[in-house]
């Protein structure tokens, strides 16, 4: 039976928040100011769980969703609310996440950052195959593991839209059954592309040969890679110029209006935001350009997104990262830079910490860009190497209040700023950046 609701909140996964008989419910697809029919699915102690049945009032915020998909793919949830309510609605999000778990005084929470990209700004797209007579790629379901197929995904860039019909062509042509996941991507900014197929164990001579002949008739594709197994090297199967691999981004110069040039190898993370990534690195060269460090510690440094833009006002950087493609990768960007002040250490970066620490090895500065989990496990190495300031990106803002009240209490930081980035418009994730300094 239906009950009427007016929401009152957005929660921090993107759904809906009302009550009804003072108790809590949480309803997707519904925007602060709805009042609406809905139908309890869950029942909890503290809350219950909704799905729409009929919007009674619309909220004056919201628009109608561009995407046929949106309501059934999981990919996006916030576009039926217009864009410039939504950053609205994550800024007051972060600030009150931010302040009641993490102990950041109000004053020091600074306006969200966005660039003006709404759709299209997506750089990679990452698609489950389901095998039927073809293949057909596409997006987990909202609250499921069902794959919706699609046809266009409008949050990626343009020069990715024609890749879907070419991957389902040749994973046809080719009988690639063992294929059951795509990762696609595109330089940024250019039109040169690269697919990355993923199996659960090896493709036959045949296959990899036929995959490799159709990949090289792909208009504008410059790679074609496969990786067998999970966490297996992605290895090549036809490329357009050898020893070339993957794609090609762009990140600011410390100057602030030039720019570097940086490959991203198949398999290796990086941003998927080029545009909102040129923002978080130009924000955090402006904060760093105040106090130049003399030796700065680079966690989680990927394939040098940070580290590289870092070493142009570092006296030295040490670059700490397990995956061993990343860090070759980041080896082979600062040879095409010509930077010699950054040492790589591969490992994981609690162990390399302790062991930095443990050497007498002290830096004044540290960068972190930890996975959504956050950083808990490894602030005490952190601390340990007696940085003067800290700058913290995150992707959750939960576990960032939680490692920001740890660092307060713990090591006597205090926050200077922080700002939430909006990383993925259309969607509950939010990116942030912190600095935090030594009292």
Not at 294 to 307: I, S
Request: glycine share 10%.
């Amino acid at each position: 039976m239906g009950v009427t609701v007016d929401i009152q909140a957005l929660g921090h996964r993107g759904v809906g928040i009302g009550r009804v008989e003072g108790k809590v419910v949480l309803v997707p697809f519904t925007a602060p100011g709805d009042r609406a029919e809905v139908e309890v699915i869950r029942r909890h102690s503290s809350y219950d769980e909704a799905r729409l049945v009929r919007l009674l009032s619309p909220s004056p915020f919201r628009q109608e969703p561009p995407c046929p998909y949106f309501g059934r793919c999981g990919g996006c949830q916030l576009q039926h609310i217009r864009t410039s309510h939504q950053r609205a609605l994550k800024e007051r999000l972060f600030r009150e996440i931010i302040s009641h778990q993490g102990g950041v005084a109000e004053e020091t929470v600074g306006q969200i950052l966005a660039t003006p990209e709404e759709f299209e700004y997506r750089s990679r797209l990452e698609l489950h195959v389901i095998w039927e007579r073809e293949p057909q790629l596409g997006f987990n379901a909202w609250g499921s593991s069902e794959v919706i197929p699609i046809e266009k995904c409008l949050l990626a860039m343009e020069a990715l839209h024609p890749l879907l019909a070419h991957t389902r062509q040749v994973l046809t042509e080719a009988q690639a059954r063992g294929v059951g996941r795509v990762e696609m991507s595109c330089d940024a900014p250019g039109e040169g592309t690269a697919i990355t197929l993923f199996t659960g164990a090896d493709l036959s001579k045949r296959t990899r040969e036929a995959l490799g002949r159709l990949g090289s008739q792909v208009p504008g594709l410059r790679g074609l890679y496969v990786a067998s197994g999970r966490g297996r090297e992605a290895r090549f199967l036809w490329e357009a110029s050898p020893g070339q691999s993957g794609v090609t981004y762009t990140v600011p110069d410390v100057s602030g209006s030039g720019e570097m040039t940086l490959f991203a190898w198949p398999g290796v993370f990086r941003q998927v935001n080029p545009f909102a990534n040129r923002l978080l690195i130009a924000t955090a060269l402006g904060w760093i350009r105040e106090s130049p460090p003399e030796r700065a510690l680079d966690l989680y440094a990927g394939m040098g997104n940070l580290t590289i833009p870092l070493a142009v006002l570092a006296g030295e950087v040490v670059a700490v990262e397990v995956n061993p493609v990343a860090v070759e990768n980041g080896e082979e960007n600062v040879l095409q830079q010509g930077i010699r002040s950054i040492r790589w250490l591969r490992g994981s970066v609690g162990r390399v910490t302790g062991r930095l620490s443990a050497s007498g090895e002290r830096f004044d500065f540290v960068i972190l860009d930890p996975p959504r989990a956050g950083a808990r496990e490894i602030l005490g190495e952190i601390m340990a190497v007696e940085p003067a300031r800290i700058l913290y990106i995150s992707c959750d803002p939960a576990t960032l209040g939680r490692d920001l009240r740890l660092l307060g209490e713990d090591g006597n930081y205090a926050v200077r700023r922080t700002h939430p980035l909006d990383m993925f418009p259309q969607t509950f994730h939010l990116e942030s950046l912190t600095l935090l300094e030594r009292r």
